[in-house]
């Protein structure tokens, strides 16, 4: 997985709790991403980083927001975890562009 | 209507079979057309990306991007059960940050 690490690699967790994920990456590239995965819906982007503190909203950025503070990190936090939130969500790296990600193993979340 | 469709299968063919993955897409501006393939409970994985039209080949894998029809198509030769996981198509436009919009994938079943 090209460098790529998430955690929790999966988590359970209670409506109303904050949750936060984790991206490390070793590739140094600039770009990250976060996604979140279902069926029918496909991968949707939550949000993106084009920098150490620089990110932007994705399609699908409504209850999540997000953190870089170092190059290699990429913070996703659900501030109050609903049930609509229950997703597999991927992180990916580029360093050219978006036509060149590469993703992480992914981490499943349940929201009970 | 989605921006990108993509039949989700599943597809099933015998070892050997030549396969063909396609999607349709309905915005013109896109430029980079991904293949990504996705094995159960892993993240997705890069197979190949083309700018603009025509057709880039690697190993047993062609890609081909049809502009005029908004149409591209991944084809797996000599097919092995190994290639059993979901196809996933993406596109991004070349302009301004490109974001990519994915299709749901295709899910094909190569039996030995």
């Known amino acids: 997985d090209a460098g790529i690490t998430q955690s929790p690699r999966h988590k359970v967790t209670e409506t109303g709790t904050p949750v936060t994920l984790r991206c490390h990456q070793t590739?140094?590239?600039?770009?990250m991403y976060w996604y979140r995965q279902d069926p029918g819906h496909g991968l949707r982007l939550i949000h993106y980083?084009?920098?150490?503190?620089?990110?932007d909203k994705g399609e699908v950025s409504d209850g999540y927001s997000v953190s870089r503070s170092k190059t290699e990190d990429f913070l996703l936090t659900l501030e109050s975890a609903t049930s609509s939130q229950t997703s597999v969500y991927f992180c990916?790296?580029?360093?050219?562009?978006?036509?060149?990600?590469?993703f992480g193993p992914g981490t499943r979340l349940t929201v009970t | 209507q989605k921006e990108v469709e993509q039949d989700p299968g599943p597809l099933s063919v015998p070892e050997g079979a030549i396969v063909s993955l396609n999607c349709t897409y309905s915005?013109?501006?896109?430029?980079?057309f991904m293949w990504y393939r996705q094995y159960s409970r892993k993240g997705p994985e890069l197979l190949m990306y083309?700018?603009?039209?025509g057709n880039k080949e690697d190993g047993r894998f062609t890609a081909q991007v049809d502009k005029s029809s908004k149409y591209i198509s991944l084809f797996i030769r000599d097919s092995q059960p190994s290639d059993s996981a979901t196809y996933l198509c993406?596109?991004?436009?070349?302009?301004?940050?490109?974001?990519?919009?994915f299709g749901t994938g295709t899910r094909l079943l190569v039996s030995p």
């Open positions: 990916a790296i580029s360093d050219h562009g978006a036509y060149e990600q590469y």
């Open positions: 590739e140094n590239h600039r770009y």
């Open positions: 980083s084009y920098g150490v503190k620089d990110t």
């Open positions: 915005n013109s501006a896109f430029q980079y």
């Open positions: 083309t700018y603009s039209s």
């Open positions: 993406a596109m991004a436009m070349n302009t301004g940050f490109q974001k990519l919009v």
